[in-house]
């Protein structure tokens, strides 16, 4: 539960921090899920085809696409409530 609360409030802060950074310069900051994929090693076979395709280029473009358009922020918020519902839901069943 507690790993849902850090990647909401990483989702919040990173969001916030863009905010800020767009008051401060003008200029918005894009923090696309595409970056997160960047940190991962590129011989893991997913990482390798997001970065560079082989085949399937059709699917290709559009999930590039979905991973350039979805804000980091979003996401990490979005599966931080999820996180915590999904525990809550399973300490409900228990009592």
Do not use: C
């Not at 991962?40 to 979905?66: A, E, M, Q, T, V």
């Amino acid at each position: 539960m507690v790993g849902g609360y850090i990647i909401m409030i990483f989702g919040f802060v990173l969001f916030i921090w863009q905010v800020y950074m767009y008051l401060l310069n003008g200029s918005w900051i894009a923090q696309p899920l595409l970056l997160v994929f960047e940190y991962f090693p590129r011989d893991i076979k997913f990482i390798s085809w997001i970065f560079f395709p082989k085949s399937w280029f059709g699917l290709h473009k559009i999930i590039y696409w979905i991973l350039e358009f979805i804000p980091t922020s979003l996401i990490s918020i979005f599966v931080g409530f999820a996180i915590i519902g999904w525990y809550f839901s399973f300490e409900e069943k228990d009592q």
